[in-house]
């Protein structure tokens, strides 16, 4: 019995370092001269250097800077909006009852399986057709609408929990539903709202298609896009690319070390329930 | 979803309540049916503006595309010619010989190694790890865990800098070991192991969603089955395979469901650390469409990619939605 625990815990130990490696690897690269890490970062001797960090901040063609600028505007943007846009739906789907609520929620469910690749073309003639390529603006309502979907769902889920006695209350109150909604059932959402928000704020961060498609102008790249253009043609500089993907991480970083009880939750949604 | 008008609390005890709870809902404040319905229209009359314009009416334009040539109408000729295209599957050299195989082979080998593996040992590690008590359990937790907030762009860039020949720890490691060329030289610039090591990669990277959505199934399960089991003198691995396993079900197939849609639009990851090279052996068909829609400028055939993309998808959306819905 006792040996077995220990094997197990050591397997377990193992996995976790092995698991750990990679990223310790890139670190280690980050913060090192490029020259010394040509051959492996784990070689001797080692030597602190920040200059990987400031060259890809500033780089030429792909001043991660810039990007990081860029990304904070759409992840926000992108964030608030269907934030705000979901919420209303789902009280519309989760507490009103109208002929095709069914079917719309169906459709809403399906549309969570859609891959990106299936409205890449379309959307971009269409933002063409909006004056809305190379724009930010553009780049948070397609993040805006695809995000969507999945928030209506795990907020309906959420609003269908809560005692509808508050409701019934405020309306004998004489308060519309709009209303109800706003004073009564938006508060009562608010950690269903914080999870929906992470999450997408993750995701939208993280995003690199739809980046990749609607965006091509290099001051508005975000910072995903940056990384691939970090790398050289036929030279890797690993320092430089190590330096600018901690650079892309530290956000969704962050909001893994703070706010992982919300992404968890977010995450977990449905699917345990 | 049909059967009661209104979501109540779950519980069995206020059984009588909420029976009668709907009905004094409906009759004290309702105004008529109309009202609710225009109401309904005004909660959801954003949203669906924006599906509709930017998720909607593209998915009808990718379909309506993918029937078309640069002629007009072509019917299904688009797919079948997918299905002759050596790019998309080629029969020919499929485990016969080292890839390419074609982006959908390529595909259907990450569904086939990615899936088991990363369920599996996301299941036994959220077993193990719920079992010891160690200090360092949770900064282990947290190193599995990292790989899903990483952003896959950034994790395709570590994957070949694992796999990269003079800078990465497999092939270097793999040589000091005396492995012969393609295994210690740099991955990704092989076509016998490229593959593999992007699905090798995103194992790393994604095993911890399924670790995480499986602790959260556990610690939904009662203790006092196992209290019950152990004093019948069930083995840890009887408690595992009767308890655990059957109980989990339903968390383990959504995870199931999840990675097979993951997979099947695995795009960042190849584009930033292979581009489905070396000479299209770690293609996938995510890749093939973008390049057919931006580089060759071929809508028709990018659209019929998409849609093959999602005529597999979709089942397992329908049923996930059906799932949900259900509750």
């Known amino acids: 019995m006792r040996k077995r625990n220990i094997l197990a815990k050591s397997i377990a130990l193992s996995i976790a370092v092995i698991w750990a490696l990679p990223f310790i690897g890139i670190v280690m690269t980050a913060l090192r001269p490029s020259r010394e890490v040509l051959y492996g970062w784990w070689y001797p001797p080692f030597h602190f250097s920040i200059k990987n960090f400031v060259n890809a901040w500033t780089h030429p063609t792909a001043a991660l800077g810039m990007g990081l600028r860029n990304s904070l505007q759409v992840a926000i943007g992108a964030t608030l909006l269907p934030t705000f846009v979901a919420s209303l739906m789902a009280y519309g789907l989760g507490r009103l009852r109208f002929p095709g609520r069914g079917p719309l929620l169906m459709l809403i469910g399906l549309l969570l399986a859609l891959p990106q690749q299936m409205i890449a073309w379309p959307l971009f003639r269409q933002m063409h057709a909006l004056r809305l390529l190379n724009s930010l603006t553009g780049l948070v309502l397609a993040h805006s609408a695809w995000g969507l979907p999945w928030m209506v769902f795990f907020l309906r889920g959420y609003i269908e929990t809560l005692p509808v006695e508050l409701e019934e209350a405020a309306r004998i109150d004489g308060a519309g539903r709009l209303k109800t909604f706003l004073y009564v059932i938006f508060p009562l959402m608010l950690p269903a709202l914080a999870s929906v928000m992470v999450l997408q704020f993750t995701w939208v961060w993280n995003d690199f298609f739809l980046a990749l498609i609607l965006i091509f102008d290099p001051n508005r790249m975000v910072l995903t896009q940056r990384i691939p253009l970090l790398r050289g043609q036929y030279h890797v500089d690993w320092g430089l690319l190590s330096a600018g993907a901690l650079i892309t991480m530290l956000v969704p970083l962050l909001v893994f070390i703070f706010l992982q009880r919300y992404f968890v939750r977010g995450l977990i949604g449905g699917a345990v329930k | ?327």
């Open chain 2, 1 to 327: 979803m049909r059967s009661s008008p209104r979501a109540e609390p779950k519980g069995t005890r206020e059984g009588k309540s909420r029976k009668g709870l709907p009905l004094l809902f409906w009759r004290l404040p309702r105004r008529g049916r109309r009202e609710e319905w225009l109401a309904a229209l005004g909660f959801l009359f954003l949203g669906l503006v924006l599906i509709r314009f930017f998720v909607i009416w593209p998915s009808i334009r990718t379909l309506w595309f993918s029937l078309f040539d640069a002629k007009g109408f072509a019917g299904p000729s688009n797919f079948v010619a997918l299905f002759r295209d050596r790019e998309i599957l080629d029969f020919s050299r499929f485990l016969r010989r080292e890839p390419p195989w074609g982006a959908l082979f390529h595909n259907l080998v990450w569904i086939f190694v990615h899936l088991p593996f990363t369920v599996g040992l996301g299941l036994i590690l959220a077993v193990v790890f719920s079992k010891i008590k160690s200090w360092w359990v949770g900064i282990a937790r947290g190193a599995i865990y990292l790989g899903i907030v990483t952003p896959l762009i950034v994790g395709g860039v570590i994957i070949r800098f694992l796999f990269d020949k003079h800078a990465g720890m497999v092939p270097q490691i793999l040589g000091a070991l005396g492995a012969p060329i393609p295994w210690s030289a740099g991955w990704v610039a092989y076509p016998e192991t490229a593959l593999l090591a992007l699905v090798i990669g995103s194992i790393w990277l994604w095993t911890g969603f399924s670790m995480v959505l499986h602790s959260a199934g556990l610690s939904t399960i009662d203790r006092e089955l196992y209290e019950a089991a152990q004093i019948d003198g069930a083995s840890e691995l009887a408690q595992f395979r009767y308890i655990t396993l059957p109980l989990l079900r339903p968390v383990t197939l959504v995870v199931a469901a999840m990675t097979f849609l993951w997979e099947l639009k695995i795009f960042d990851i190849v584009y930033v650390a292979t581009m489905g090279g070396p000479g299209g052996a770690s293609n996938v068909l995510a890749l093939e469409m973008y390049f057919a829609a931006f580089r060759e400028l071929d809508p028709y055939r990018a659209s019929a990619i998409a849609t093959l993309i999602t005529l597999f998808s979709l089942p397992v959306g329908y049923w996930f939605a059906r799932r949900r819905l259900r509750r």
